[in-house]
């Protein structure tokens, strides 16, 4: 029901930033939660945060609190992920996700093919 593709990824030097996007298409992207995951090889897909349909509520991993900043224009329907101070250990495929909610739900129904993030050291 809903396309999501995600741009942005590449390679950054470490301490550096990139800006990831999610363009939403098919139903309206108003009244979904939006979130971005990553999954390093090898390793479990995580939750790196989340943000309301409203914007009212959003969600960071520890490990990106303060360096990452999620934020959606619905009119838009884009959502962003503003990385900035960006370590080797951020390196992952990203993946932005959506979910109807009114809040920041754990799961998530819709997915983007995800976008590749290496931050070299």
């Known amino acids: 029901q809903v396309q999501l593709v995600e741009s942005g990824g590449g390679l950054v030097q470490a301490g550096g930033s990139l800006r990831l996007s999610c363009a939403a298409s098919?139903?309206?992207?108003?009244?979904?939660?939006m979130a971005w995951f990553r999954q390093a090889p090898g390793k479990e897909r995580e939750l790196v945060a989340a943000?309301?349909?409203?914007?009212?509520?959003?969600y960071y991993a520890d490990s990106v609190k303060g360096r990452f900043t999620i934020s959606r224009d619905n009119a838009k329907n884009t959502g962003y992920l503003q990385m900035d101070s960006l370590k080797p250990e951020d390196t992952a495929v990203y993946y932005c996700?959506?979910?109807?909610?009114?809040?920041?739900?754990?799961?998530?129904?819709?997915w983007g093919q995800g976008t590749q993030v290496t931050v070299s050291s």
């Open positions: 943000i309301s349909w409203t914007g009212s509520y959003s």
């Open positions: 996700a959506a979910e109807y909610s009114n809040y920041v739900p754990p799961d998530y129904t819709y």
């Open positions: 098919g139903r309206t992207f108003r009244r979904y939660a």
